[in-house]
């Protein structure tokens, strides 16, 4: 482990880790050596998360669907379900053809990541 502006390294031995890093934790987890050691050692398996740009909506509708509103998948990959029981609903869309090989490089992910999603509302709104 190096801490950020101190030069030393050190060893950290646990028998459990608790790698919490979101979209990047697969990144991080193959920064660790997790995925690179050979067959049959525990190091040998990755952590099968990356990155997936999705647009994701939370929407008020008071008199909307109740308790009993079903978790909806359109084919067009437009889902919405229920969130708690005040009247809110989280709806999105993930959108088609999309390339990850953008992810590979540090500024190809906060370019995905940071890019608009114009269009993606009105899309969401026609499906839901």
């Known amino acids: 482990m190096k801490s950020e502006g101190y ?7 646990c028998a ?9 934790s697969g990144r991080m987890g193959r920064l ?5 050691g050979a067959v049959g050692d525990m190091m040998h ?6 990155p997936r740009k999705r647009y994701v909506y939370v929407v008020h509708v008071p008199d909307g669907p109740t308790i009993d509103a ?3 998948i359109d084919p067009s990959g437009a889902y919405f379900r229920r969130e708690g029981f005040g009247g809110n609903f989280v709806c999105g869309i993930s959108p088609a053809n999309v390339s990850y090989s953008c992810f590979k490089s540090d500024r ?13 509302v009105q899309n969401v709104k026609t499906v839901v």
């Open 45 to 50: 398996m990755p952590i099968p998360v990356e």
């Open 7 to 13: 030069d030393d390294v050190m060893d950290v031995n």
């Open 32 to 36: 660790l050596g997790i995925g690179e």
């Open 70 to 72: 079903p978790f909806l």
């Open 16 to 24: 459990i880790l608790v790698l919490a890093c979101g979209w990047e």
């Open 108 to 120: 190809g992910r906060r370019r995905m990541m940071e890019s608009g999603g114009e269009g993606r």
